[in-house]
């Protein structure tokens, strides 16, 4: 976790022009401090080679691999020359983009640095401590310039493989939010359509049974279709618009989600189709829009349940607010007559164990020993989909 009272060195990350700005600086602070330290500066051949050394820092950003070999070659031929008695740090500063900038091939040339880091500690350990001077100021200068380069790649290759890691766990995760919107949407969709379509065929089989004897009751289903078949076109124009509006829409241009207040509509509409729906609904205000939204669609796929396989038939509602979660309850006492005969099992039960199951909830669903048919879900009231 990180400590709250640590602030990072900058506030927000450096635009380009600012890390440019930055090599900028270093390359000319770091040619000021090897001029003055270097004794042979004067000389326009060394102070060549300084410049060579650090100027092309600047631009390291830009072309990283050929500042790396120029600033690599000067500072070898430097402390080659003895202008210089420094360590490749220049060198090491110009790898670090070279490291990050490149592609994983099947050759890295980490092991070989690693093999040469650990050649120059055996080479420091064994043979420069016995060593004249002069040989164990190569030594170092070795030893420390390897510690440099090897670092300098072994830092750069972690980097880019954190911001490779981080780039595919967002792609993973805006994948997966596009899976779940989907999931979201399909199971609107089947509830609407699913829920429409049921009592619409219930009231068409029953018009075409009493057209002929009782026309009146056939005109009656025909209202009955009319009305519910309006009622999924706005659900959907609604869905459709939530889809086709702009994140920085207005607020007020949607209609409002189906919620706790639209329940009255499935058992009026339930009713229409043959089964009466006792609503007991006893949940206090302020649940959060899209857990009453998720409420509505339980019992809306319960009751059309009731309609395609058990109608006519009597169907209780329960929706209860229990302290730190919400029970729903639907129970029938089918199957009952059936106006039309029991259609392919479709994806009403998935649909809502997978509405509860978002929210961390607990759902049943099966026959009761005295006959019937009941629906249970219990969803808290803090849950993922909240």
């Not at 820092?57 to 072309?63: E, M, S």
């Amino acid at each position: 976790m990180d400590d709250p009272d640590v602030r990072p060195l900058f506030p927000r990350p450096l635009r380009p022009r600012e890390l440019v700005a930055l090599d900028v600086l270093a390359a000319v602070g770091y040619a000021f401090v090897l001029v003055v330290e270097s004794p042979d500066a004067r000389r326009p051949a060394a102070l060549a080679l300084l410049a060579a050394m650090t100027l092309p820092l600047a631009v390291r950003r830009r072309w990283p691999l050929p500042v790396f070999c120029v600033v690599a070659v000067a500072s070898v031929a430097a402390m080659t020359l003895g202008v210089v008695r420094e360590p490749l740090a220049a060198a090491a500063y110009a790898l670090y983009p070279v490291a990050l900038g490149t592609r994983r091939r099947r050759w890295e040339p980490t092991a070989a640095i690693g093999a040469l880091t650990v050649g120059a500690l055996l080479l420091a350990a064994f043979g420069g401590v016995a060593a004249g001077p002069e040989v164990r100021r190569v030594v170092e200068t070795v030893v420390l310039g390897s510690l440099a380069l090897g670092g300098a790649w072994t830092i750069g290759r972690a980097v880019r493989e954190r911001r490779a890691y981080a780039a595919r766990q967002a792609e993973q995760a805006a994948e997966h939010a596009v899976t779940e919107e989907r999931l979201r949407i399909a199971r609107e969709m089947h509830d609407v359509v699913s829920h429409t379509l049921s009592l619409i065929g219930v009231k068409a089989g029953v018009a075409a049974h009493v057209a002929d004897r009782r026309p009146e009751e056939a005109l009656e289903a025909l209202r009955v279709i009319e009305a519910t078949s309006r009622q999924a076109l706005t659900e959907m124009r609604h869905m459709l618009g939530v889809l086709r509006t702009a994140p920085d829409a207005a607020p007020g241009t949607l209609s409002p989600a189906p919620g706790l207040a639209a329940l009255p509509d499935i058992a009026e509409r339930a009713a229409a189709a043959g089964v009466r729906v006792d609503l007991d609904v006893r949940v206090a205000d302020g649940l959060p829009p899209a857990l009453e939204q998720a409420v509505h669609r339980i019992v809306q796929e319960a009751v059309t349940n009731v309609v395609r396989h058990a109608a006519p038939a009597a169907c209780r509602v329960l929706v209860h607010d229990e302290g730190g979660q919400v029970r729903i309850e639907v129970t029938d006492d089918g199957p009952g007559r059936r106006v039309l005969p029991a259609g392919p099992p479709g994806h009403g039960v998935i649909g809502m164990r997978e509405r509860v199951a978002a929210y961390g909830g607990v759902f049943t669903a099966g026959p009761l020993s005295g006959g019937g048919f009941r629906v249970l879900a219990l969803l808290p009231l803090e849950g993922e989909g909240t």
